[in-house]
Structures are given as C-alpha cells and as structure tokens.
C-alpha cells in the first residue's frame, strides 16, 4: 500500500473537485485579465467572471452578492474581522471568544489583547460546545464582537450560534462567525442565522487553496471595519489586491457542488463515519469517543486510544498509508497537545494518543474496511509493546 493511499484528512484540506477545476481551467490561460482592468475586454469578461461568482456563492448562502468580500482564505477573513473591528474605533473594545477557537481566531484575539483589547476567552463544555449563556455573561460593557465558531475543526461539535447571535443583537454586541468547517458540509442560511460577519473558504471545500471570503452584513449604518490591506480599494474597499479570477471561479462552482449535494453526502458520511467508529470500538477497547456521537459534523470522528504513545500512533497509521491528523493542520508542528481537547478537560496522554478522521466526497466503503484495519492493527501492536517483558 503507497504511503497515504487513504486520504481521511479532509477537515485540513480537500481534494479539488473535477468539476471545480474543470471550471477553473480557461481562466488561467485563456482568459487571463485582470478583473480591475475594465477599459478592455480581457478585463470585463474577468470582472464578469468575478460578479458572477460572487452571486453563486450569495445564492448557495441565502445573501445579497455585496455583502460577501473575496479574501486570501479563512485565516485572512478571520483577522479581517476581528481586527478590522476592534481597530476601525478610537478607544479598544472588548472581544469574547472560546477556548475550542480555531488558531486563526485565537492568536489574533491575543494579538488585540497585546494591543489594549479586553479580551475573554470563555471556556467549553467536554463535547467541545460553548454555552450560550457563558458567552452572555462574558459580556462587558467595552465588548465590541464575539467569535464563535459554527463547527469545530477537531472534534465536530456544532455550537449554538443562533442562539447566541441573538443574544448579542439584543445586547448591541456584533457576532462574527469562523464557519470554515461548516459551509459544504452542512446548511448554512444567512437569512437564517443572523450573525454580523461570516468566514470560509474554498479548500476546506473541494475547491481550490488560497481564496476564501467575508461576508459582511449589510446594515444601515454599516458595519465599521479597517482594512488589513491598503493599495486599490478592492472589494469595497475591505480587501486591496487583484481578484484571482480563477480561484473565486472555482470557490463559486465548489461551492454550488457542495450546496446541491449537502443533504445527501451528510447521510453517506454519516453512514461511513459510524460503520468506522464501530469497527474500531468492536475490535478494540480503552477507545474514547471525543465530541458527541451523533450531534456533529456528519464526516467528523475524533478517537483517543488509551495506552499507546501518541507520536508511534500517529508514525505507524502514517507508514501503514492512512492519513489523519491528530488535531488542527495549522498546529501539527507544535509538540503540544491539541488546545480543543484540552479545553474539553481530556487528560493530555490521551489527547496526545487520538487521532482525528475528516470523512470526505471522495472516500468510499473499502477505504473505511481499510481504515479500520489499520488502526485496530497498530493499537494491537503498539499495546503490545508497552507491555513486552524487559
């Protein structure tokens, strides 16, 4: 079997979709204008492309096409939102987030902390869930925006954002949203989920790397935001710098894909990830479920495996070509153990010893049977070895 012939990673990144990079091939060669560049055809018919896949992506979310910002990915939407924020007042404000954030959210949350923000970091519950109620009662009066995510990248979990965006509409506090996990993989209605600003992008997908977007509610009076990026006025002025036409193509027909197929490929990936989860438990014990059985992300299974070194787990099923994770893509360089699992009060040798599986459109029933195998194989003789006779 060739090293990572399994491909069960998909919560770091998707494959790109046929499909999306058949619609993303003219525009690199053939029509290769700058969309900016509207005194001439090469550019109108990119700023063409550009309008047009805005609207499709607006459509697949139930908004209005203006009120969706093209970025560089989810991580530039997030500092976007956070920072444009808390930096676009005189006197710093206040920021609420939780403990199970993405790193794109939380390292720019300290990041305004340094800088004079109040922040709160409120904590989560031991399936990964931040309580409505914890947020509220975080609020202070200098609190300017709350972030929280839709869906966890680690172990599924899907918060209360609803709730908690209307909430903080009542309290006058805006709410942005890190939905990178969540678009694609379950609905996801603007007009019904009444947050303030919005991130996603189009890897996580199966579109393309480097592009993602804002959505920035339209409100009377607007939303204050300042820029990260100054030189053009882009993208109403939020983003400077040439739209990559062939990226935000792809983004658009991805995320169409993902919208007309969400409903199915939840069940399909429902259905693989517990026949995985229970091939696993059949044949091993002392396996730890992290995150709730069925309230999650439909492709999502996080499994902690007790009595096992976690770097021998993670080389074994890696030499054995399974590729998973055992926490976020931006962190697997970092020696320490997951933050999310941490924050859900799991002991660190096992948050060290758990392996994340992100079930994607590509994987298939053999390659679950296949998964199964190989880790109930390098359990076995990882335990096995713990307990050798010296």
């Known amino acids: 079997m060739k090293p990572h012939s399994i491909y069960m990673d998909n919560h770091a990144t998707t494959r790109v979709d046929p499909r999306v990079f058949g619609a993303m091939r003219p525009w690199w060669s053939e029509s290769y204008g700058n969309a900016a560049s509207v005194s001439h055809s090469f550019g109108r018919e990119a700023a063409d492309a550009v309008n047009e896949a805005r609207e499709r992506i607006a459509t697949a979310l139930n908004c209005s096409p203006v009120e969706i910002v093209f970025t560089s990915g989810a991580t530039e939407s997030d500092n976007l939102a956070l920072k444009g924020v808390l930096q676009a007042h005189a006197q710093n404000g206040g920021l609420v987030v939780n403990a199970a954030e993405h790193r794109a959210v939380l390292d720019p949350a300290r990041r305004l902390r340094r800088d004079g923000t109040l922040l709160t970091i409120v904590p989560v519950d031991d399936l990964g869930r931040v309580a409505p109620e914890a947020v509220f009662d975080a609020l202070a009066e200098r609190t300017r925006l709350v972030s929280v995510m839709l869906a966890n990248n680690e172990v599924g979990a899907v918060n209360r954002v609803r709730e908690i965006a209307e909430g903080c509409r009542e309290r006058g506090v805006?709410?942005?949203?890190?939905?990178?996990?969540?678009?694609?993989?379950?609905?996801?209605?603007?007009?019904?989920?009444?947050?303030?600003?919005?991130?996603?992008?189009?890897?996580?997908?199966?579109?393309?790397?480097?592009?993602?977007?804002?959505?920035?509610?339209?409100?009377?009076?607007?939303?204050?935001?300042?820029?990260?990026?100054?030189?053009?006025?882009?993208?109403?002025?939020?983003?400077?710098?040439?739209?990559?036409t062939p990226l935000v193509v792809g983004f658009a027909e991805a995320i169409s894909i993902a919208a007309a197929e969400c409903q199915s490929e939840m069940e399909r990936l429902r259905g693989l990830r517990d026949?995985?989860?229970?091939?696993?438990?059949?044949?091993?014990?002392?396996?730890?479920?992290?995150?709730?059985?069925?309230?999650?992300?439909?492709?999502?299974?996080?499994?902690?495996?007790?009595?096992?070194?976690?770097?021998?787990?993670?080389?074994?099923?890696?030499?054995?070509?399974?590729?998973?994770?055992?926490?976020?893509?931006?962190?697997?360089?970092?020696?320490?153990?997951?933050?999310?699992?941490?924050?859900?009060?799991?002991p660190e040798r096992l948050a060290r010893a758990s392996l994340r599986f992100g079930l994607g459109r590509f994987n298939t029933e053999q390659e679950v049977a296949d998964a199964t195998a190989i880790v109930v194989e390098v359990v076995r003789t990882l335990r096995s070895r713990s307990v050798r006779p010296a």
């Open 275 to 346: 026949r995985l989860l229970a091939g696993i438990t059949h044949e091993l014990d002392g396996v730890v479920l992290h995150g709730d059985q069925t309230d999650r992300l439909a492709g999502n299974l996080n499994l902690g495996f007790q009595g096992v070194n976690g770097d021998a787990l993670m080389t074994e099923v890696a030499a054995r070509g399974l590729a998973v994770s055992s926490g976020s893509a931006c962190t697997s360089a970092n020696p320490e153990p997951s933050h999310v699992l941490r924050a859900m009060g799991v």
């Open 174 to 244: 805006l709410v942005h949203c890190d939905a990178s996990q969540a678009i694609g993989r379950m609905p996801v209605d603007l007009a019904e989920l009444p947050v303030d600003l919005l991130s996603f992008t189009a890897h996580k997908l199966y579109g393309p790397k480097g592009v993602g977007a804002l959505f920035v509610r339209k409100r009377d009076p607007a939303i204050p935001i300042r820029p990260l990026l100054d030189g053009g006025g882009h993208e109403h002025g939020l983003r400077s710098g040439t739209v990559p």
